[in-house]
């Protein structure tokens, strides 16, 4: 049983590193740094539904 697992042991690594380092960057953003985020989504929106070309890319321009 533990020959096998031994033998299996290079997969599973190799499975469960991406999951890992995906994990770490997904909860590694701040609270700031999601707030951010989110303003200039909303600012892209504001920008979209009002027609407003110039409003659309200062969000682009202010960042």
């Given amino acids: ?3 096998k697992f031994y ?3 290079p ?3 190799l499975i469960l590193s991406p999951l890992v380092v995906i994990h770490t960057v997904a909860n ?3 609270k700031s740094d999601e707030n951010s ?3 200039v989504i909303v600012s892209y929106m504001k920008g979209w539904n009002e027609n407003n070309a110039d409003k659309f890319s200062e969000s682009v321009s202010s960042q």
Avoid: A, D, G
Wanted: hydrophobic share 45%; aromatic share 6%; net charge positive.
């Fill in 37 to 39: 985020i989110n303003k």
């Fill in 1 to 3: 049983m533990i020959k």
């Fill in 7 to 9: 033998s299996n042991f």
């Fill in 28 to 30: 590694s953003l701040t």
């Fill in 11 to 13: 997969k599973i690594i």
